[in-house]
Every structure is written in structure tokens, then in C-alpha cells.
């Protein structure tokens, strides 16, 4: 069991730069990866970015000039620094946890799961 909560949503107007942050809790030790999504009114929820726990990061083509992730391990936390925001950057943005499929000597391949936060709200207008 893994809890997400997001915050630093807000508004900021166009230009303008802002950071979110994701603080996790519970099972920890389950967890491999954590990523940052969006979904846009009348869009799909789509991926931003996604670091490992060793500080990999992935980033969608699109995102990557503007968004970067990163975490702090000793906080359980990940961050996304957002710049140069834009009125459709408006949204909301979602931390997501992945504890990936593993293997058990009892149970052989124990299925994985996808953890989410509630979203934190980021509006870009002036």
C-alpha cells in the first residue's frame, strides 16, 4: 500500500514557472519507478516524465524542454520543475507510482500495481 499526495498547484500566469511536488508514503520498498502525468481538458492523461530510484529519468519528446523531474530519496519525494508555462499547460497533474510484477518462491509472478495521487490543479492565465 502507497499513498501519493501532490502539492504546489496553483495559478501562474503565462511565462511564468512552477514546481510540484510528490510526497510518498507507505510500502515503500515496492515501488521502482515514479512519474508525473497530465491530463488537459479534452485530452487523454498523458505522461510527462518518469525517474527511477537510482535518478533515471525518461522523458516524453514533447515535455522534455520545458519539464524536467527529479526526487529527493531521503524525502520519498519527487518534484516537477515546470517553465516557460503556457495557458494550454492548464490542468491536472497527476504523481504515479509503479511497484512492477515480481517473483515470489510461493506464489511465482505476483501482479503489479499502478498507485496514483488525487492531482494537483495548475492553471496558466494572466
Known amino acids: 500500500q502507497v499513498q501519493l499526495v501532490e502539492s504546489g498547484g496553483g495559478l501562474v500566469q503565462p511565462g511564468g514557472s512552477l514546481r510540484l511536488s510528490c510526497a510518498a508514503s507507505?510500502?515503500?520498498?515496492?515501488?521502482?519507478?515514479m512519474a508525473w502525468y497530465r491530463q488537459i481538458p479534452g485530452r487523454k492523461r498523458e505522461l510527462i516524465a518518469a525517474?527511477?530510484?537510482?535518478?533515471?529519468?525518461t522523458y516524453e519528446d514533447s515535455m522534455k524542454a520545458r519539464f524536467t523531474i527529479s526526487r529527493d530519496n531521503a524525502k520519498n519525494t519527487i518534484y516537477l520543475q515546470m517553465n516557460n508555462l503556457r495557458p494550454e499547460d492548464t490542468g491536472v497533474y497527476y504523481c504515479?507510482?509503479?511497484?512492477?510484477?515480481?517473483?515470489?518462491?510461493?506464489?511465482?509472478?505476483?501482479?503489479?500495481?499502478?498507485?496514483w495521487g488525487k492531482g494537483a490543479l495548475v492553471t496558466v492565465s494572466s
Open positions: 507507505g510500502t515503500l520498498s515496492e515501488i521502482n519507478a
Open positions: 504515479n507510482a509503479e511497484k512492477p510484477p515480481s517473483w515470489s518462491a510461493s506464489e511465482g509472478l505476483v501482479r503489479g500495481t499502478d498507485y
Open positions: 525517474i527511477g530510484r537510482d535518478g533515471t529519468t
